[in-house]
């Protein structure tokens, strides 16, 4: 069976031109060796499918004879994914969590308070008195 035939009949992927897309662009590897769409996958292979930049590891079992049900992809493929690969995936959402371009709205209830938190803050050598500033210890003091 193709490669591209496989990834799709195993639910790697929705379509089959995007899994034949996929190969092209190279994201698809077979024991370590850049494939194209048209590859012949064999029981025992291993291939390395980057999608959602995750670099997924799975070992061919046995080849279906056409598109399989969720439940039963297990029997066609063993998945060798580490698990690293998943929380570096979920790391990554965490540092884009916060991330808004640049004139995308209004800032948030939050943003305006972190904004008017650093416009507040005292700046060093400064020992004039602002509203809403922080006192030192001296100015207690005195």
């Known amino acids: 069976m193709r490669i591209d035939k496989f990834l799709w009949s195993t639910r790697?992927?929705?379509?089959?031109?995007?899994?034949?897309?996929?190969?092209?662009?190279?994201?698809?590897k077979i024991n370590g060796q850049t494939v194209k769409p048209g590859r012949e996958v064999y029981p025992m292979d291993d291939i390395i499918v980057r999608k959602n930049q995750i670099?997924?590891?799975l070992t061919v079992l046995d080849i279906p004879k056409s598109r399989v049900g969720a439940k039963l992809v297990d029997i066609y493929r063993k998945d060798t994914t580490p698990k690293e690969a998943f929380e570096h995936n979920e790391l990554l959402q965490y540092s884009k969590d916060y991330y808004r371009k640049k004139g995308i709205g209004r800032?948030?209830?939050?943003?305006r308070r972190e904004i008017d938190e650093f416009l507040d803050a005292p700046e060093l050598g400064d020992t004039s008195e602002r509203p809403g500033a922080l006192n030192t210890p001296k100015d207690e003091e005195e």
Do not use: L, M, Q
């Open 107 to 111: 800032p948030t209830k939050k943003d």
């Open 55 to 57: 670099d997924f590891k």
């Open 12 to 28: 790697y992927f929705k379509t089959r031109n995007i899994a034949s897309t996929a190969c092209k662009k190279g994201h698809v």
